[in-house]
């Protein structure tokens, strides 16, 4: 399994753009790149999931450059609700049910 | 649609005592994860199950153990709790179509082990 690496703790204003890195050095060719979005006193969600390129749903963008060794989870405008842990994890899909890594997370903390 | 429970919602446990933790989901999902989350650790894998009637060890097995007898259920069970176990337990699902890297989780069981 490719291990992650990103910050432990990030502070961003209101309304800012805030984007959070994790390093992948070691991913598999058939590895994706999966982020989980956790606020207080619940369980972590899915929040988008992508193998290269640019990604972008509802929630999120993740951005992932040509050699895949890292990636960056994108939130436009934040507000004092994104305020979470966010993981990033990397595992095959195809590998069938190999369970994953969840790591200690980025830790968001939005401030008005 | 329920999506994943968990029972009970909390629980304060002597130590030494037995206990069982029960984690339900309603999708058919193949695959299902137990979890402990504790400060500063992140969430670690304790077991988990990619189909009805097999079992697999995580990050973090011991003192824990685990059943799939149907494709619903899953319960985790600590056979003689001990302080350290104190934490809060995420149960978690996926099917075999989105894979394990798209997991459902239920609302957590918060356990304290005195």
């Known amino acids: 399994l490719a291990k992650t690496t990103q910050p432990i703790s990030m502070d961003s204003y209101e309304g800012q753009e805030v984007n959070i890195t994790c390093s992948h050095n070691n991913i598999a060719t058939n590895d994706y790149i999966t982020w989980y979005q956790q606020f207080p006193s619940q369980g972590p969600r899915f929040i988008i999931q992508g193998y290269k390129t640019k990604v972008t749903n509802e929630v999120a963008s993740l951005f992932i450059p040509a050699d895949r060794k890292s990636s960056t989870l994108s939130l436009p405008r934040v507000s004092l609700s994104d305020t979470a842990v966010y993981y990033c994890?990397?595992?095959?899909?195809?590998?069938?049910?190999?369970?994953?890594?969840f790591g200690k997370g980025t830790r968001l903390s939005v401030i008005a | 649609i329920a999506g994943i429970t968990q029972a009970p919602t909390s629980q304060i446990l002597a130590a030494g005592r037995r206990m069982t933790l029960r984690c339900t989901q309603d999708?058919?999902?193949?695959?299902m994860y137990w979890y402990r989350q504790d400060l500063g650790l992140g969430l670690r894998l304790i077991h988990y199950?990619?189909?009805?009637?097999?079992?697999g060890k995580g990050e973090v097995p011991d003192g824990y153990s685990v059943s799939r007898a149907n494709t619903d259920d899953f319960p985790l069970t600590l056979a003689s709790a001990v302080p350290s176990q104190t934490s809060v337990y995420f149960c978690?699902?996926?099917?075999?179509?989105?894979?394990?890297?798209?997991?459902?989780f239920g609302p957590g069981t918060r356990l304290t082990v005195l």
């Open positions: 978690a699902s996926s099917d075999e179509f989105s894979g394990p890297d798209t997991q459902y």
């Open positions: 994890l990397v595992g095959d899909l195809n590998s069938g049910n190999t369970p994953l890594v």
């Open positions: 999708m058919r999902h193949n695959a």
């Open positions: 199950s990619n189909t009805a009637g097999t079992t």
